[in-house]
């Protein structure tokens, strides 16, 4: 199979199935939340295009040139930001690294189901933060997620443990410098 890494479209069949991809792929345990695509899609429309640095791929097979098999996006992580502001309430200072302010964060990916463990993930992590000029690179990522492991591999290391709701699962807090 040849994949191609290609920008993400902001209309089309490119862009729908991208959003399929996440559906499908947050569909599952641990998150079972069949709505987690459309909420990507709003803040993706409404927001998150429009905030600094804000770079997102697909991931395309040769053989269905039509259809995405994955997305990943991200962009500068800023105060003011939600996901920014609550890390920094909720970590300790002294696990904050010296670049939180000037990070990078990678903000969501997914590579639907059927194509998972074969490198996919890996690709668009690899593209989305080639030649970043930022001194690192931050994420979020449930404690009982499979993609935890895919983190440590290509270099994040945790800085600790947060909740974003009262309610919700326990998260990692990773960092890698670049
Ligand atoms: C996490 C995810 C994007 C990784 O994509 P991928 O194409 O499967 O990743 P790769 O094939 O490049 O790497 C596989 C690694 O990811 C991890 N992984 C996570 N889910 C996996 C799955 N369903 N199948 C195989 N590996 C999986 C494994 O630890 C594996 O590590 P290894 O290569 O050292 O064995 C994808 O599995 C996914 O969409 N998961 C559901 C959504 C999600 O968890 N998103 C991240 C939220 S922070």
Redesign the pocket.
């Known amino acids: 199979m040849t994949l191609e890494i290609a920008v993400l479209p902001n209309t089309g069949c490119l862009l729908e199935s991208a959003i399929s991809?996440?559906t499908e792929?947050?569909s599952?345990p641990p998150?079972s939340d069949p709505n987690r695509g459309r909420e990507v899609l709003t803040r993706l429309q409404t927001t998150h295009r429009q905030i600094a640095g804000f770079r997102a791929f697909i991931a395309v097979k040769s053989t269905a040139r039509e259809t995405a098999v994955?997305l990943?996006y991200g962009y500068k992580s800023q105060s003011g930001q939600w996901w920014h502001e609550t890390v920094r309430k909720q970590l300790d200072q002294s696990l904050l690294p010296t670049w939180f302010d000037t990070a990078y964060e990678?903000v969501?990916?997914?590579?639907?189901?059927s194509?998972?463990?074969?490198?996919?993930?890996?690709?668009?992590?690899s593209t989305l933060l080639a030649k970043r000029p930022e001194p690192g690179c931050l994420?979020?990522?449930?404690i009982d997620?499979?993609?935890?492991?895919?983190?440590e591999?290509l270099g994040f290391s945790v800085l600790g443990e947060i909740k974003f709701t009262d309610l919700s699962a326990p998260y990692y807090v990773m960092g890698k410098v670049f």
Not at 139 to 142: V, W
Request: charged share 15%; with cysteine; proline share 3%.
């Open positions: 991809c996440y792929a947050f599952l998150y994955g990943c990678l969501e990916i997914a590579v639907l189901p194509e998972q463990g074969q490198g996919i993930g890996t690709q668009l992590i994420l979020s990522t449930r997620s499979r993609a935890y492991q895919l983190y591999r």
